[in-house]
């Protein structure tokens, strides 16, 4: 760890600090600009507005227009600079920690791939994301992105009318990676809380300890993983095949290590691992030093040392 910290003081010194500096630059630029513009754009209409009528009311409406475009010149402008961060400061850390990974800011899990998981179950009106991180880490196949994915509720208003809202299914990172293990069948691992965090419906399914096509509750011999996670499996003796006393250690560490309730499903030989955050990764900060980039660097770090957590690196098993 400390010898890729040092080469990442290293990075930052010889290649990123020039480009940092010129973001930063730039950033505060834009914010200039849109200050001025605001200011300009205001005294013309103050002008027109108040020159033919004398109204008081149009002068808030010329400051309210006027910030109004400049509010929108300045996310523009920094979404540029945004941009320009991710495209070259996040693929240059992820070139020393994974250099076998290729990074896509526009990219996300594809929709088929976060319902072939099968952990969450609700019809997907709107699914979006970003920060895409694919390819092989350590000799391990893997793909993981930011994903918000919603249902469309509808509702009575009390007065014979319908309303309709978005109510967030997931919002963080989704992260698939190849198992290296041969299995067949589903398995599915689920916080307890599952009712809080997949839905009204999860819970009535849970209580009822089937899942249909998913499986039926299966009891582990562990019982703090008991405790804090139900597991749903087609094959009762492959779900413990595929969660040794090992691997059940490391989903807890895991789980431990997120302020959210993270989920676990294994299908076609692949983990899938929904990661609910709060909190927009891989975003520049507003002080682009050093610092920065070192918190981007552990926020990479975090998801692929999941690859270690839970020892996919380990071939102790030959798949087919």
């Avoid at 920065?292 to 999941?306: G, H, I, K, P, S």
Wanted: charged share 25%; proline share 2%.
């Amino acid at each position: 760890m400390r010898q890729t910290l040092a080469d990442l003081r290293t990075l930052y010194d010889s290649e990123l600090a020039p480009t940092l500096v010129e973001i930063q630059e730039a950033r505060e630029d834009v914010k200039r600009r849109a200050l001025n513009l605001s200011m300009i754009l205001f005294l013309v209409l103050a002008i027109l507005f108040y020159g033919f009528t004398h109204s008081i009311l149009l002068l808030a409406v010329a400051a309210a227009l006027a910030a109004v475009v400049a509010l929108i010149y300045y996310s523009v402008g920094k979404k540029k600079q945004t941009n320009r961060f991710k495209d070259f400061v996040i693929q240059k850390v992820l070139n020393l920690v994974a250099p076998e990974m290729t990074y896509d800011r526009e990219d996300y899990v594809s929709k088929e791939q976060f319902k072939k998981s099968g952990i969450y179950t609700a019809s997907l009106s709107s699914y979006d994301g970003e920060d895409c991180f694919s390819g092989k880490f350590e000799g391990i196949d893997l793909i993981f992105s930011e994903v918000h994915a919603q249902e469309k509720v509808s509702s009575s208003n009390g007065k014979g009318g319908r309303t309709t809202s978005y109510r967030t299914i997931f919002k963080g990172v989704f992260f698939i990676a190849d198992f290296h293990k041969d299995f067949r069948s589903s398995t599915l691992v689920i916080p307890m809380a599952a009712e809080r965090v997949f839905g009204r419906s999860i819970g009535r399914l849970m209580k009822k300890l089937n899942f249909s096509h998913r499986g039926l509750l299966t009891r582990m011999e562990c019982p703090e993983f008991e405790k804090m996670f139900a597991v749903y499996a087609q094959d009762a003796i492959e779900a413990r095949y595929i969660l040794t006393p090992n691997i059940m250690e490391r989903m807890i560490a895991i789980q431990r290590r997120f302020p959210g309730n993270v989920a676990f499903a294994f299908h076609d030989s692949e983990i899938y691992i929904a990661i609910p955050l709060n909190a927009d990764f891989f975003e520049p900060s507003r002080q682009l030093d050093f610092a920065c980039v070192t918190a981007l660097y552990e926020q990479l770090r975090l998801f692929l040392d999941l690859v270690h957590d839970l020892n996919l690196t380990l071939r102790i098993w030959t798949k087919t």
